[in-house]
């Protein structure tokens, strides 16, 4: 299996509203990233979580809350987004956040807020 | 500050028509240098890493190269199904740069039939 999957496909939410995107991954990796990416743009680093723990938050904003419960699983906790937060949301895992590690990316939720 | 720049932005071949993308980088000790293809609506998918100068790699049609400055993606006598986002990334040195990539904005390539 070298699939990440994430759920839902889909998303539209309005700015009061709290959702949670989720992902899961069964290759045994280690490490597990959010991306965000707005259209015809590159991915960017939300955040990187190694061996369940936050090692990297790239100052994002509060309304957005990550959380590892274990191994294979990765949510993203959505609250009180703004119209700007519209884009579709990565996730990929790799072996470990090790140097010149891989990524395996799924193939993203597309978020829409009103 | 680091940086990762490709050309042409887009790109459009007839199909057997041969060409080459391009991604410049200037970063402070380059840890590796990753090609990835990305369809509409979907995460990108890993094609290859390049760790240091000199390096060659190839899968099917697509052959990517490293110089200290730049990488090429050479793609030979393309079909349809190679229509796609081309995306470059690297990684940075500097323990803090564990784990991140740095993006290029892609070169979406069209091949016509």
């Known amino acids: 299996d070298t699939e990440v999957t994430q759920t839902p496909k889909h998303l539209v939410m309005g700015m009061t509203n709290k959702k949670s995107l989720k992902c899961e991954q069964h290759?045994?990796?280690?490490?597990m990233y959010w991306y965000k990416q707005k259209a015809k743009k590159p991915p960017e680093l939300m955040f990187v979580?190694?061996?369940?723990?936050?090692?990297i938050n790239e100052s994002v904003p509060s309304r957005f809350s990550p959380e590892c419960p274990n191994s294979s699983l990765l949510n993203l906790h959505l609250h009180a987004l703004q119209p700007e937060d519209s884009a579709l949301y990565l996730c990929?895992?790799?072996?470990?956040?090790?140097?010149?590690?891989?990524?395996?990316f799924g193939s993203g939720t597309q978020l829409s807020v009103l | 500050e680091d940086q990762v720049t490709q050309s042409p932005e887009a790109l459009r071949l007839q199909e057997g028509e041969s060409s080459s993308l391009n991604c410049s980088y200037t970063?402070?000790?380059?840890?590796?240098l990753f090609w990835y293809r990305q369809d509409p609506g979907k995460g990108p998918e890993f094609l290859f890493t390049?760790?240091?100068a000199g390096e060659e790699k190839e899968k099917e049609r697509l052959k990517a190269t490293l110089t200290k400055k730049e990488s090429f993606l050479h793609i030979t006598a393309p079909k349809p199904e190679d229509s796609a986002t081309y995306l470059c990334?690297?990684?940075?040195?500097?323990?803090?740069?564990?784990?991140?990539?740095?993006f290029g904005q892609g070169t979406t390539l069209q091949v016509k039939p």
């Open positions: 990929a895992s790799s072996l470990g956040q090790g140097v010149s590690e891989k990524l395996f």
């Open positions: 290759m045994g990796h280690r490490a």
């Open positions: 979580y190694s061996y369940e723990k936050l090692s």
């Open positions: 970063v402070s000790g380059l840890r590796g």
């Open positions: 390049l760790y240091s």
């Open positions: 990334a690297v990684q940075a040195g500097g323990s803090s740069n564990t784990g991140k990539l740095i």
